[in-house]
């Protein structure tokens, strides 16, 4: 069984045992989080599609960890005009491990 879920703006295909890195959540660590967003739920060949959202689907997911991304280095430069702009950024992130599909 399988889900497809929103969070953090993007839609994860998700399925239970699963580990994955989403948009940081305010959680603790070990804390359980219900993900209700659910798009689409499937097992098999069957599929069940929300307008927008599956009724009565959840995600249960365990947070395993908190923490950020690797740095994204940003360089930007105008040749001949004597400019060189140097930026970096770190996004924070929240690791969980889908426990159950409910839908």
Request: proline residues 2%.
């Amino acid at each position: 069984m399988y889900a497809v879920i929103k969070t953090g703006g993007k839609q994860y295909k998700v399925a239970a045992g699963e580990k994955l890195k989403v948009e940081q959540i305010p959680a603790d660590i070990g804390s359980e989080i219900t993900l209700d967003q659910v798009l689409a739920v499937g097992a098999g060949e069957t599929i069940k599609f929300g307008s927008p959202l599956v009724q009565g689907a959840k995600v249960l997911a365990t947070v395993v960890a908190q923490g950020r991304h690797d740095k994204v280095k940003i360089f930007k430069m105008r040749r001949r005009k004597h400019y060189q702009k140097r930026q970096g950024h770190r996004q924070n992130y929240t690791e969980l491990q889908i426990v159950s599909i409910n839908g």
